[in-house]
């Protein structure tokens, strides 16, 4: 199909004006503190009007490496995702299974899955008992222009994952850290998920934003103290405001829907990154609570 075709398809789509919260320009410190049912990110961020693109009606457009993104149908076995016994037996190997036929990888390992709701968590942020693990719970929406690693973080990631679970392999050529997202839900979604093409995403200001994953929050200064290491902890990278950015997502999506897109490839002769955030969708009637399930991959061509 001719480039021009394409951009045809794309511009008429139907789209939806939305607020997208971007890390703001300038030197202070970011990061991202995690507890149960809570997360909280110091540094300053700005609402900005963008353009979100409606892509279900031409779901078969978009691929992973040429947007970042795709949707694909991919029913699952787990008959109740709040069934966390149900989710371990099964979830992580069925995303393994589907990241390596959509992407023709040759060896997958998942790394951990979380529920997440636009419902109030504020009372189960209130009922903390014990260490909070950061995997396998429930936490709100993300509510910001992000991708969940950097390239150094990413890098690492894939170096330990291959050696821990592959010690006498050939090695590896290619590595890819993505995301297997689905909404469980009832459509329509009133704050779905909204995906950025990831050849846009080269513009403005970008930062490192650190993740904390604590019991209790700070609070003053020490939010924001030095923190010996933090240079070597897990981080996501985090966006400015850029006009350039072309947003999309899919609207109506069931519960055997499900995006894949990525957080690094590190094939960079193809789109290796995808910012994502959710968005609260005012073009929706009588939406119904968000309720979705990501889980983590690192997949591996050798």
């Known amino acids: 199909m001719a480039s021009a075709a394409i951009g045809d398809i794309e511009d008429e789509a139907r789209q939806v004006d939305a607020a997208m919260s971007y890390v703001d320009e300038g030197d202070f410190v970011t990061r991202r503190y995690v507890s149960q049912g809570e997360e909280l990110n110091?540094?300053?961020?700005?609402?900005h009007r963008v353009t979100i693109r409606d892509g279900m009606p031409i779901r078969e457009h978009f691929t992973l490496d040429r947007h970042g993104f795709m949707i694909a149908k991919c029913p699952s076995a787990v008959g109740d995702f709040h069934d966390r016994d149900q989710v371990d037996a099964l979830y992580e190997r069925e995303v393994e299974r589907e990241v390596m036929r959509l992407t023709g990888a040759d060896k997958c390992v998942a790394r951990g899955w979380m529920l997440r709701t636009s419902a109030d968590l504020s009372e189960h942020a209130a009922s903390k008992a014990g260490k909070y693990v950061h995997s396998g719970g429930i936490q709100p929406t993300a509510g910001e222009a992000h991708v969940d690693i950097n390239t150094p973080t990413a890098r690492r990631m894939a170096e330990a994952?291959?050696?821990k679970h592959f010690p006498d392999g050939p090695g590896f050529k290619?590595?890819?850290i993505s995301s297997f997202w689905r909404t469980f839900s009832p459509p329509?979604?009133?704050?779905?998920?909204a995906l950025c093409d990831g050849r846009t995403s080269f513009g403005g200001e970008e930062k490192s934003n650190s993740l904390f994953i604590v019991d209790e929050f700070p609070t003053g200064d020490a939010l924001t103290a030095p923190v010996e290491g933090e240079e070597?902890?897990?981080?996501?990278?985090?966006?400015s405001y850029h006009p350039d950015h072309r947003w999309w997502y899919f609207s109506n999506m069931h519960a055997d829907d499900a995006l894949l897109f990525k957080f690094h490839d590190s094939d960079h002769s193809v789109t290796w990154r995808c910012p994502h955030s959710a968005f609260v969708d005012t073009s929706a009637d009588n939406p119904n609570?968000?309720?979705?399930?990501?889980?983590?991959?690192?997949a591996f061509w050798e």
């Open 161 to 163: 994952t291959y050696a």
């Open 42 to 47: 110091t540094g300053t961020y700005s609402d």
């Open 188 to 193: 329509p979604q009133d704050v779905p998920l």
């Open 289 to 298: 609570i968000r309720e979705s399930i990501e889980c983590r991959s690192v």
């Open 232 to 239: 070597e902890m897990l981080a996501a990278t985090i966006f």
């Open 174 to 176: 290619r590595f890819l």
